[in-house]
């Protein structure tokens, strides 16, 4: 739910404030459901001493909680234990037959990706996904390529259904639910730039679409909202659907606002851009097509490799992507191509029964926390974050994980010695990670908020409580 995510105010601490030097579970129970917040929704607490091995304090800590993006720990943590920080997504071009004197490729050109998230991400390359398309033009110059007299094909040997079927249809249209595809660019996201009127209640104007989506449809029915109101639009479309419909109110007060909406089809669109861009720069091609099957004999010309791993799931945490951890899920635990979510829910168990953690009583059905599905405990959580910093180290968990006051939107929360990340869904805020405590031993920590009237006041006796274990324990 895009209007409820990374709300970190500055917050001014009112609960905790009086009480014994030391925490047990009598008072952290009595602190909970004495607080009027807290108590009206179902909390649950665990830290577990990472020098001693031990959870030193839990309330509820056994019960099971929609976890939302923290979530997103199990993958990135298994990613860099099960992978190595240097690993790197590669998407390969080839082609086929062969080369002529004249420039002309006797064949056809082979595009095979490996899912990498941050392929043509802005954040990673200058221009975006346009840096990818002028890449591939200058190396068919380089390899003397002016003509090609096949097809530009894009094999897509393991492509599964890029959403779970748990996710909302409120969801699914707008960039932060786009799925993983078997190639994704650009972060899977479009902008719309709309053109906003004076008076509460006209309709808004669709000025530009970045990129261009070849084939899509767009009902607007977006009108304008009270000043300081706000963005309350969502897309609503399916994947594979190129009719989409935006529905809700853009803030009174500016000309003009861009929303971010969910490419329909990745591949496809990414096939349209690259020929488009052919076209352009006058390099011939017959037309362009999916393959669920490779190529034997072909010539490789140009890998692209991805940032290391490590940058990945950094990045992942530090600003919460659902494509990126969806990415790394389907990375570790997708190893056919299974079309039906129940077939990828159990390769998603077996996978993280390899762990001693024990996920029995754990329900993981995909890979960002996105679903209200997911159930997992707090204790669940903090023991695979200590098992992680037995295989890791304690300070590659720390890089991994965003720190409080300088990483991402951790870089709000106003707490030192915090490694933090934060899960929130509407009813539900979360947060996992690790402090350092005041006699400088280390914990591994969840506190869970489901069922919450609203999530924005309750965040601040969340941080009440994580400032109170710091000073206290």
Known sequence: ??????????????????????????????????????????????????????????????????????????????????????????????YTGKILFDGTLEGNLIITPSGDPAFGSSRFYKNGYKSILKTIKDILTKSGIRCIEGNIILVLAKQSYPVHGSWTTEDIGNYYAGGSWGLNFNENLYKLKFSLGDKVGSQTKILNISPKIPYLVLKNNVTVGEKASGDNSYIYGLPYDFHREIKGTLPLGKKT??????????????????????????????DYDISKKGFRNTTKIHTFESPELLQIVKTCNNWSINLYSEALSKLLCLHSNHPADYL??????????????????????????????????????????????DKLGLFTVLDILPKARIEGYAKNIPIKDLWIKSGSIRGVLNYSGVFKGKKGNYYAFSIMTNNNNTNIKIKSDIFGLITQLIKYI
């Open 1 to 94: 739910m895009k209007h409820l995510k990374f709300l970190y105010p500055v917050i001014i601490f009112t609960f905790f404030q009086t009480h014994a030097q030391t925490i047990t579970n009598f008072k952290l129970k009595q602190l909970i459901e004495t607080n009027s917040r807290l108590s009206k929704s179902f909390v649950g607490v665990s830290v577990f001493d990472l020098k001693n091995d031990r959870e030193i304090l839990a309330y509820n800590s056994d019960k099971n909680f929609v976890p939302a993006s923290v979530l997103k720990l199990l993958y990135t943590l298994s990613a860099i234990e099960t992978k190595g920080k240097d690993y790197k997504f590669k998407t390969e071009i080839a």
């Open 257 to 286: 606002f861009t929303i971010k909406g969910s490419i329909p089809n990745p591949p496809l669109t990414f096939l349209s851009l690259l020929a488009d861009y052919f076209d352009d720069n006058n390099i011939y091609f017959k």
């Open 344 to 389: 990828y829910e159990e390769e998603i168990k077996k996978f993280f029964n390899k762990y001693k953690t024990d996920f029995t009583n754990t329900q993981i059905v995909d890979g960002c926390g996105l679903s209200s599905e997911n159930h997992i405990s707090p204790k669940t959580l903090t023991l695979f974050i200590k098992e992680m910093t």
